[in-house]
């Protein structure tokens, strides 16, 4: 798993509520990530880091912010949680530059249910 | 962005040869062609990647026409371990920055 962990695994919390999800790497990448998957739709970008304060937006930012105050910790979190948001949420790194021939490697996800 | 397009599933048997085909119309210069693989509950694995011709590695080759409009998975000899999600992505450099646009996937399913 290229020294990639998630937590917490699991998590159940309930609609208004803040939850914030970890991503740690032990491999001192500057690329890290946070997808989530939903059936039918494969994995989309949430946001992305290219370095510690720098973070951008994916495709299905709202409702996520991100932090990265260290190399090897990028957290998403969701200040207001809703049942949309429900999801196997995938972190990853990069082990490039960033570039075309870019190899992106994929943590154990966290599974998110939000009643 | 460079979208891609999968078939949603496909059906085969232990020791046959496999191919997926991806079609990427809009494939820019930059872009490179990445495979991936997923098991349920597991996050994707990298498989292969390649930009023109034909690459192979330890498990799978790539064969991407001169056109780059598409591209082919071939996966030799499945097993029943094989049976899994496959992902084709075109990364689309901008910023300094590989965008990877995942699509729905093919789901592969190999029978005893």
Redesign the interface.
Known sequence: ?AGITQSPRHKVTETGTPVTLRCHQTENHR?MYW?RQDP??????IH?S?GVKDT?K??VSDGYSVSRSKTEDFLLTLESATSSQTSVY?C?I?T??????????????TRLTVL | LAKTTQPISMDSYEGQEVNITCSHNNIAT???I?WYQQFP??????II?G?KTKVTNEVASLFIPADRKSSTLSLPRVSLSDTAVY?CLV?M?SG??????????TRLAVHP
């Open positions: 798993d690329y997808y039918g739709h494969g994995l989309r970008l992305y290219y951008d994916g495709e995938f990853a990069s490039g530059t960033g570039g075309g021939t870019d190899t992106q490697y994929f943590g154990p996800g | 930059n872009d490179y990445t509950s597991q996050g994707p694995r990298f990647q930009y992902y990364g450099f300094g920055y590989n965008k990877l646009i995942f699509g729905a996937g």
